[in-house]
C-alpha cells in the first residue's frame, strides 16, 4: 500500500501527518491545476463576464419564478385593465406608459395588460427557445462536425455540402412559410406549443452548420496529433478516439459557441414574433410586444423601450459572458 | 484572432446600447410642430353638414393622395367605395345621390334622367327619358343605347370581373343572356330586359319587383359606355368621360390626373358642380408618409377614406383637430357564429359569448369611441334606413352589460349543457392590428366564463376560401369569426341579404357566415324586394334587423366611425351616407386656385 498523496490518514502518527501533508502541497504543485479550474480563475479575474453570468444566472431564475413573482405583485400576464386605457387615444392614462405601484413597467396599450408580469413571462419563452434551439444546435453540430473531420473522404464532402446549403437558406422566410401552414395541433401541443416545438427545432436546425464547421476543424487538427496516434497504435477502436480522445478536446469551442448562440437564437425567436409568426395571443414574446409598439412610439414610447431594454440586457449579458468563458478557455488568448 | 474579436464583439454591443439611446431621444421628442390654424372649419364641421361652403372659388388643382389604388376605375368592375365616389368625376348615370350632406345625400336623384323614371306594371317596369344636352368628352350625344351597352357589360363578368352585379341579378336572374361580347346581334344590343325605343328613351323590364332597382341603377355599373370606346378588360386604363372631368393620365399603381371636359355643360348636369380645373390622385404605399402629409397640408384628401394610421391618428386628434371629420360609417365591426361548429348550434352559447364579451374593451381595441366607433348594438348600420342605432339593445350591450356580464354568461352556458364552458376557435385576419385585438379581448373575456378560444390567424387575401368556405369552417372549427361589412347601397337589402339570406349561403366566398336559414328572414326580405313604399321599407328593414338579432347569431363590436381629414385649402366639404360616411368628392372646391 502506497502513501496516501492527498490527505493524511487519522490514524498515522503525527510526524507522519506532517510529512504527508509536505508531500501534498510538493503533490499538488507538481500536478498543477486542471483546465476547468484554470478557466474558472481566469473567468473570475473577468469582472464584465462575470457581472454577465451573473444577469444571465437572474434572467434564469426570474424566469422559472415569473408565476411566483407576479403572484407575489398581484398581477396576472393576461388580465385586461380597461379603466387604466385613455378610450381616446388606447394609450395608457397617466405618464410614462401608465407605471404606478400596481404597474411596476406601466401596462400595454388598448388593453392595459400589466407589462411587468407580461415582460416576465416573456422571458420565459426567449431563454426556452434560445436555449433548447441552441441545443438542438450543438447536439447535430457536434456529431455531425467530428464525424466529417474524423472521417473525411465523402462523409466530409456531404457533410460540408449539406452545411454549405444551410448556411445559404433563407432560414427566417423558411420558418415564416412553415410556421403559416403548420397544423394548430400535433403532438400533443395546442396553439402556442406548436408554434415553440416549431421555433426550436427550425432555429437549432438551422443553426447546426455553424457549430459543425469549427468542430470539424478542430478534429481535422486534432485527428494527426500524438496522441490520437497513440491510441489508435494501443489498437482504440474508431468511436473511442472519437468520443474518448477527441471529444473531451473539443468541449472548450463548443461551450464557447453555444453560449454565443444562445443570444442569437434569442433575437431570431424576438424576430420572429415581431413578424407575427412567434407565439400565439395571449402567451406574452418580447418579440411581439415590440410589434405592437410600433404603432405607439409617439404617444407611448414605453411600451416600445422596455420590451427592447430587455432584449438589449438579455443578449448583451449572454455576449459579455460568453466572451468570458472563450477567453477563459483559451491559453492563447491574451488580454 | 481572439483578441480582435473580443474587442469587436464590445464595440457592437457598444453600438447596440448607443441604438437602444437613440431610440429613447427620438421617441421622447416625437411630435412638436404644432398645428397652425390657417382657416380649418373646426372639427366635425363637415360631418353631415356642409363646410365652408361659402367660400368655395373655381379652379385650382384637388390633389388626392391614397395608400392604395382602385381596384379598377372601369365604371362596370371598380367595387372599392372610394372608387365609386371618385368615379362621378367622369361618369354619369341614370339616376345618381344627392350632393347632400349625411342622410339627405343617401337619397336619389335624377341625373342623365329627367326625372325618377315611370314606374308601371306593379313595379316591373321603369321608364325613363333622357336629358338634353348630355354629352360624351368629344362632344357626341349620350344615347339610351350608350347607357343600354354600359348596363350589358355587367353580364360579360368572364371579360370584366370584380363589379357589383346587382344589375344582373334583378334584371336577369338567371343569367340568360351572354354579355355583349358574345351577343350575336349586329349592334350588340341584345338584352331582352332593356328597350331603347330611342336614342332618348331607355325602358327596363324586371321578372319580377324590386324596390331597389333604383339604387342599383344609380350605382356606378349603370353608366353609360360608347361601343366604339370600349376597349374591354382595358377600359379602366382610360374610361371615356360622360362628366365633367376626363382622363388625362393614369399610370396604374403611381397617380392619376383629371382634367376639364370641355365639352360637358353645367345645363346638362343638375348634380355636378366641377369646381377645380384639375384632379390628381397620387398613390402613396407608405401610410405613415401620407398621413403625413396630408396633416401638413400637401395633399387635401385621402381617396381611399379609410381614415389615418394609429401614429398620424395621434398627432393629428392633439395638433390638428380642426381638420377632421368623425362621421359613422355603414360599417360594423362584429363576431359571428356559424352554426355549423359545435356548441355554436345552440342559442344559449351564442348569447353566453355574446353576455360574456367586454364590449368596452372590444370598442377600445377597435380605436376607442373615436377612431372605433360607438359600441355596436344590432346588426342593422344607423346609416341604413330603418337602423335605429344605439336604441336598439337587446343585450344591453352598451348599458347595463357593457363590462361583460358573467353571471348571465354562466347561466346562459348552462341552459345549454356547457356549464363549465367548452374549447373553440377564433378566426380572425392578420393584416389589420385592429382585428387581432379584438380577438385578444374576446378570448381573455371568454375565459373568466371557462370559454377556451384559441386564436387562428390568416391571410385576409385569403378569407373567401377560408372562412368563406362553410366547409372550411366546419372542418377547422372556427366558432367564431370576426369580420366587418359595409352596405352596398344604403338599404337592408345592399347590406343584409349577403349576410342573412339563406339564398345567399355559397360554397365560396360566402357571406352568411352564420349559414342563418330562417324562414321568417327570408321572407321578410321577399317582401321588402316587392314593397314600393318607402315607410312600409323602412319597418321590415327593422323587423328583420331584429329577427337576426333574436338569433344571437351576431355579436356586433362597433357601429364603426371614420376619423378623416380633410385639408384647409377645402371648400363646400360634407360627408354623406351614400358613399358610407365618405366626403362627397365630386362637389368638392377649394378656397384658393392658387
Avoid at chain 1, 402567451?283 to 416600445?304: E, N
Wanted: proline share 5%.
Amino acid at each position: 500500500m502506497t502513501a496516501p498523496l492527498h490527505e493524511p490518514t487519522a490514524e498515522a502518527a503525527p510526524g507522519a501527518a506532517e510529512e504527508a501533508a509536505v508531500a501534498a502541497t510538493d503533490a499538488k504543485a507538481v500536478q498543477g491545476r486542471s483546465l476547468g479550474r484554470i478557466a474558472w480563475e481566469r473567468l473570475k479575474r473577468d469582472k464584465l463576464a462575470l457581472s454577465g453570468g451573473i444577469v444571465v444566472l437572474l434572467l434564469i431564475v426570474v424566469a422559472l419564478l415569473a408565476p411566483v413573482i407576479t403572484d407575489l405583485v398581484g398581477q396576472d400576464p393576461d388580465a385586461y385593465h380597461q379603466g387604466l386605457i385613455d378610450p381616446l387615444f388606447s394609450t395608457p392614462k397617466g405618464s410614462l406608459g401608465g407605471l404606478s405601484g400596481d404597474h411596476l413597467l406601466g401596462v400595454e396599450p388598448v388593453n392595459g395588460r400589466d407589462i411587468f408580469a407580461r415582460i416576465l413571462y416573456g422571458a420565459q419563452i426567449s431563454l426556452l427557445v434560445g436555449f433548447l434551439s441552441a441545443v438542438v444546435a450543438v447536439v447535430l453540430g457536434t456529431v455531425l462536425g467530428i464525424l466529417a473531420g474524423f472521417f473525411g473522404g465523402w462523409v466530409d464532402s456531404v457533410i460540408s455540402r449539406v452545411m454549405d446549403g444551410l448556411l445559404a437558406f433563407p432560414q427566417l422566410l423558411f420558418i415564416i412559410a412553415l410556421v403559416s401552414v403548420m397544423p394548430n395541433q400535433m403532438l400533443g401541443l395546442t396553439g402556442t406549443g406548436v408554434r415553440v416545438f416549431v421555433m426550436i427545432l427550425v432555429i437549432g436546425f438551422f443553426g447546426w452548420p455553424y457549430i459543425g464547421r469549427v468542430v470539424r476543424g478542430q478534429t481535422l487538427s486534432l485527428r494527426e496529433r500524438e496522441y490520437v496516434e497513440a491510441a489508435r497504435s494501443l489498437g482504440a477502436g474508431q468511436f473511442y478516439i472519437l468520443f474518448k480522445e477527441l471529444l473531451p478536446n473539443l468541449v472548450a469551442p463548443i461551450i464557447v459557441y453555444t453560449t454565443m448562440m444562445i443570444p442569437t437564437n434569442i433575437l431570431t425567436e424576438a424576430a420572429l414574433s415581431f413578424l407575427g409568426v412567434g407565439v400565439k395571443p395571449p402567451t406574452s414574446s418580447w418579440g411581439q410586444m415590440l410589434s405592437s409598439a410600433i404603432d405607439y412610439y409617439d404617444s407611448d414610447p414605453m411600451y416600445m423601450v422596455i420590451p427592447g431594454v430587455a432584449i438589449f440586457i438579455t443578449v448583451l449579458a449572454f455576449n459579455l459572458f460568453g466572451d468570458g468563458v472563450r477567453d477563459a478557455l483559451d491559453p492563447k488568448g491574451s488580454r | 484572432m481572439n483578441t480582435q474579436r473580443t474587442s469587436g464583439r464590445r464595440k457592437q454591443a457598444l453600438a447596440a446600447a448607443a441604438v437602444v439611446a437613440g431610440l429613447l431621444t427620438t421617441a421622447a421628442c416625437g411630435g412638436g410642430n404644432g398645428g397652425s390654424k390657417d382657416g380649418a372649419a373646426g372639427f366635425d364641421a363637415a360631418n353631415n353638414k356642409v363646410a365652408q361652403a361659402d367660400q368655395v372659388k373655381k379652379g385650382g388643382t384637388l390633389k388626392f393622395v391614397s395608400t392604395q389604388d382602385a381596384d379598377s376605375w372601369d365604371t362596370t368592375r371598380g367595387y372599392y367605395g372610394f372608387m365609386w365616389d371618385f368615379s362621378r368625376y367622369y361618369s354619369r348615370q341614370l339616376l345618381t345621390y344627392k350632393t347632400e350632406p349625411g342622410a339627405e345625400g343617401a337619397k336619389l336623384t335624377p341625373d342623365l334622367a329627367t326625372d325618377m323614371g315611370k314606374v308601371t306594371d306593379g313595379g316591373k317596369t321603369y321608364t325613363f327619358t333622357l336629358r338634353d344636352g348630355v354629352t360624351w368628352e368629344d362632344g357626341k350625344p349620350i344615347t339610351s343605347q350608350d347607357i343600354k351597352y354600359g348596363i350589358e357589360r355587367v353580364w360579360a363578368q368572364d371579360v370584366l370581373s370584380g363589379g357589383p352585379i346587382y344589375l344582373q341579378q334583378m334584371l336577369d336572374p338567371k343569367n340568360t343572356y351572354k354579355g355583349p361580347y358574345k351577343d350575336s346581334a349586329k349592334d350588340h344590343l341584345g338584352l331582352k330586359a332593356i328597350d331603347t325605343p330611342d336614342a332618348k328613351t331607355i325602358v327596363f323590364h324586371l321578372p319580377s319587383p324590386n324596390s331597389d332597382f333604383l339604387q342599383a341603377v344609380a350605382m356606378t355599373s349603370g353608366s353609360p359606355v360608347r361601343q366604339d370606346m370600349d376597349t374591354k378588360s382595358k377600359y379602366g386604363l382610360h374610361p371615356f368621360s360622360s362628366g365633367p372631368y376626363k382622363f388625362q393620365s393614369y399610370a396604374p399603381g403611381k397617380n392619376l390626373v383629371l382634367v376639364r371636359n370641355t365639352n360637358w355643360k353645367a345645363s346638362s348636369d343638375p348634380v355636378r358642380k366641377a369646381y377645380p380645373d384639375k384632379i390628381t390622385l397620387d398613390i402613396s404605399t407608405n401610410q405613415a408618409d401620407s398621413d403625413q402629409r396630408l396633416i401638413n397640408g400637401d395633399y387635401d384628401l385621402d381617396a381611399s377614406q379609410t381614415g389615418l394610421g394609429a401614429q398620424g391618428r395621434q398627432i393629428a386628434l392633439k395638433e390638428h383637430k380642426d381638420n377632421l371629420d368623425n362621421p359613422v360609417s355603414g360599417f360594423i365591426r362584429y363576431a359571428v357564429f356559424p352554426q355549423s361548429v359545435k356548441p355554436f348550434d345552440n342559442l344559449h352559447c351564442r348569447k353566453a359569448v355574446i353576455y360574456a364579451a367586454d364590449h368596452v374593451s372590444l370598442q377600445t381595441a377597435r380605436g376607442g369611441p373615436v377612431a372605433g366607433g360607438d359600441i355596436g348594438t344590432n346588426m342593422l348600420p344607423p346609416s341604413v334606413a330603418g337602423g335605429e342605432g344605439q336604441k336598439y339593445d337587446p343585450y344591453k350591450i352598451a348599458t347595463k352589460n357593457k363590462n361583460g356580464n358573467v353571471n348571465l354568461a354562466k347561466q346562459e352556458l348552462k341552459a345549454c349543457g356547457q356549464p363549465n364552458g367548452f374549447k373553440t376557435t377564433i378566426a380572425v385576419r392578420n393584416n389589420k392590428q385592429q382585428e387581432v385585438a379584438t380577438a385578444e379581448s374576446l378570448q381573455a373575456a371568454l375565459k373568466k366564463v371557462g370559454i377556451d378560444a384559441d386564436i387562428y390567424q390568416y391571410d385576409g387575401s385569403q378569407s373567401p376560401g377560408i372562412i368563406g368556405s362553410p366547409s372550411n369552417v366546419a372542418k377547422k372549427k372556427l366558432g367564431i369569426i370576426i369580420m366587418g361589412w359595409g352596405p352596398d347601397f344604403p338599404t337592408v337589402q345592399g347590406y343584409g341579404i349577403p349576410l342573412w339570406s339563406s339564398k345567399y349561403i355559397l360554397q365560396s366566398g360566402n357571406n352568411n357566415y352564420a349559414l342563418i336559414k330562417d324562414k321568417a328572414i327570408d321572407g321578410l326580405f321577399d317582401q321588402y324586394t316587392s314593397t314600393l313604399d318607402e315607410s312600409k321599407k323602412t319597418q321590415i328593414a327593422t323587423q328583420i334587423n331584429h329577427k337576426v338579432m333574436e338569433g344571437g347569431y351576431y355579436l356586433p363590436f362597433v357601429f364603426e366611425r371614420l376619423l378623416n381629414i380633410r385639408s384647409s385649402r377645402l371648400a363646400n366639404v360634407y360627408t354623406t351616407n351614400a358613399y358610407s360616411g365618405y366626403y362627397d368628392f365630386v362637389n368638392l372646391g377649394l378656397k384658393s386656385t392658387k
